[in-house]
């Protein structure tokens, strides 16, 4: 059985807004159209969740979402530095159907942080 175009951007929507509501109790943020954080539309470019000046200073990154079944890791890495600002830390979450978020980092990164 195949999934839907519509199907499958549903599941990212849902990942996206999921992974925004998480980050916005964690820092005591809102979420929203115009919102300290807002999950980017399907089919724009750059990263996936939208922050406000306010929610940039809290979150040290830029966050790519896929919510897929068979990922390229590789070309997620790669869409998720190419869509981050210099100065900030790349991060992708990844899901499945069925599994929690993980988070994908560079060690360096996970280092400075620690």
Known sequence: MTISVNSRKQKARNQQKQ??????VKYNLTVGKD???QSREMGQS????RMSRDARIKIPFDIECKAQEKLN??????QCE?????GR???LIIKRNRTDNYAVLKFEDLLKLL
């Open 46 to 49: 750059g990263v996936d969740i």
């Open 19 to 24: 992974v925004a509501e998480l980050l916005a």
């Open 82 to 86: 190419n869509n981050t600002v210099e």
């Open 89 to 91: 830390i790349s991060l």
């Open 35 to 37: 919102e300290d954080l």
């Open 73 to 78: 890791i590789w070309d997620s890495i790669k």
